[in-house]
């Protein structure tokens, strides 16, 4: 457990903290190969600008110890950041004796299967990576790496904390692992090799989430318990732009060559409580010109959170009592698939992140919590500003699932996933992921969107 020095410092230390700890694990690996090396996320700290720094740096923690994996080098990763809270803190820095009782439990349970193995035996999870998260119930297959420079590998087994998941014995090693009970689940293999000598894999933790509310648009008609028309944000809906389901989606169509702003969409009818929750949307495709694909968590027009992407650019945006304050950056399709809106308990700020795939996630913007989540309302939007396109479009077809507090969990999550792909001369639409031609209205380019809000931590 290293940089906790350099994320106090901050720049340049704290951003280059990550690199620094790549190079001081070839560093060891080249003096001591056949040395195994755990590296650990390090402890939260109680300043919430310092602790984002420390998310930060913890958040390239995994990736860089895949990397030195897949190298071959005997490497693990152990979790530590999630082990401890602000109150495990003695000065908001170090631990005090129970933050200290806590670190060695985990310590214990990660050198355990290391003493206990064998160090010829190498053993690590593929897939899923650490921190992804699925809706429940579903299935998704555990693939394993594992060797043995003295010997051979007889099998490998698959656990889900201390339940048994399944075997397999031909490389590359893999389950299905069917689940159903939401929360945070363990992930674990254990390699067997020719001796009956079990080597245990470091774990990977993954969420598994519930979905309790989705709407797929299929029925082209607009369920009035689930939606209403209008948008969050300001200014207010504007009824010339129309909002209809149609063609089993909800299809958008901005004004064309129309100054001003017109906006219209759907907005939850119901309420959600997303504290310590957090809500997604995929984007397959976004607006361009005047015309914006918007995404809001909020509870009017003058308080939100949202993402908006229009003109090459996607803004992420607070707006508290009136007072907006925001961040741009390029839109990258590929890069910026993904957003969501997340409020981490800990620190109590609201982080604007963006994911190729919906598993790893960076986050492009922190903030303080400044909004009330208990009664948030989220948004499915789109229109034009300023002088409108000559024949504009944004054509979401959407599905949302929200969800309530898990009954094992205290993590109240809200994920949307969303495939808007619009096109300042096409409507757009929001639904299922598919593909371009699956998803595409006749004669038209079209937006995909599909957003859930789910549960789970």
Same mark, same amino acid.
């Given at each position: 457990m290293i940089g906790?020095?350099?994320?106090?410092?901050?720049?340049?230390?704290s951003s280059a903290a990550p690199a620094n700890l790549s190079a001081l694990i070839d560093k060891i690996v080249t003096d001591v190969p056949s040395a195994q090396i755990l590296?650990?996320?390090?402890?939260?700290?109680?300043?919430?600008?310092?602790?984002?720094?420390?998310?930060?740096?913890?958040?390239?923690?995994?990736?860089?110890?895949?990397?030195?994996i897949s190298q071959g080098?005997? +490497?693990?990763?152990?979790?530590?950041?999630?082990?401890?809270? @602000?109150?495990?803190? !003695?000065? =908001?820095i170090h631990p005090? %004796?129970?933050?200290?009782?806590?670190?060695?439990?985990?310590w214990y349970n990660e050198l355990v299967? +290391?003493?206990?193995?064998?160090?010829?035996?190498?053993?690590? @999870?593929?897939?899923? !990576?650490? =921190?992804?998260?699925?809706? %429940?119930?579903?299935?998704?297959?555990?693939?394993?790496?594992?060797?043995?420079?003295?010997?051979?590998?007889?099998?490998?087994?698959?656990?889900?904390?201390?339940?048994?998941?399944?075997? !397999?014995?031909v490389s590359p090693y893999s389950v299905t692992w069917n689940y159903s009970?939401?929360?945070?689940?363990?992930?674990?293999?254990v390699a067997i090799d020719n001796n009956s000598t079990a080597t245990t894999s470091s774990h990977v933790k993954v969420i598994i989430n519930t979905i309790v509310f989705s709407d797929d648009f299929n029925d082209n008609t607009r369920d009035p318990a689930k939606w209403n028309l209008?948008?969050?944000?300001?200014?207010?809906?504007?009824?010339?732009?129309?909002?209809?389901?149609?063609?089993?989606?909800?299809?958008?169509q901005p004004l064309a060559n129309a100054s001003g702003s017109h906006y219209n969409g759907y907005v939850s009818t119901d309420t959600w409580d997303l504290t310590s929750g957090h809500a997604s949307v995929e984007v397959v495709s976004a607006t361009s010109i005047n015309a914006e694909t918007i995404f809001s968590v909020g509870t009017d027009s003058n308080n939100y959170y949202r993402f908006v992407a229009s003109n090459g650019q996607l803004s992420l945006?607070?707006?508290?009592?009136?007072?907006?304050?925001?961040?741009?950056?390029?839109?990258?399709?590929?890069?910026?698939?993904?957003?969501?809106?997340?409020?981490?308990?800990?620190?109590?700020?609201?982080?604007?992140e963006t994911s190729t795939d919906g598993l790893v996630w960076n986050q492009r913007r922190s903030v303080q919590r400044r909004l009330p989540l208990t009664l948030a309302r989220v948004e499915l939007s789109g229109g034009t500003t300023a002088q409108g396109a000559s024949a504009p479009g944004l054509d979401p077809r959407c599905r949302l699932s929200t969800s309530p507090p898990c009954s094992t969990s205290s993590d109240r999550s809200g994920s949307y996933r969303s495939s808007p792909s619009t096109r300042p001369t096409r409507p757009s639409e929001w639904g299922r992921r598919c593909s371009p031609a699956g998803c595409r209205a006749p004669r038209s380019r079209s937006a995909r969107r599909r957003r859930r809000t789910r549960s789970g931590r």
């Open positions: 906790t020095n350099d994320i106090l410092q901050g720049d340049p230390y590296v650990s996320s390090i402890t939260p700290l109680s300043d919430p600008t310092k602790n984002q720094r420390v998310m930060t740096y913890n958040a390239a923690i995994p990736g860089i110890v895949s990397t030195k080098k005997r +490497v693990r990763f152990v979790d530590m950041f999630s082990a401890l809270t @602000i109150s495990d803190l !003695s000065d =908001g005090n %004796a129970a933050g200290y009782s806590k670190m060695a439990g985990v299967p +290391v003493l206990l193995g064998n160090p010829a035996v190498s053993v690590s @999870i593929t897939t899923p !990576s650490y =921190g992804a998260q699925f809706d %429940a119930p579903g299935s998704v297959i555990i693939r394993a790496n594992a060797t043995n420079s003295a010997g051979t590998i007889s099998r490998v087994d698959f656990y889900q904390n201390t339940t048994f998941i399944g075997t !397999s014995t009970a939401p929360g945070p689940a363990r992930l674990t293999a209008g948008v969050l944000s300001s200014p207010g809906p504007d009824p010339l732009v129309t909002a209809l389901e149609q063609n089993q989606r909800l299809e958008i945006q607070e707006k508290v009592a009136g007072t907006l304050t925001q961040t741009s950056l390029s839109f990258n399709a590929i890069y910026h698939r993904f957003w969501r809106l997340r409020n981490d308990v800990a620190t109590d700020q609201i982080g604007f």
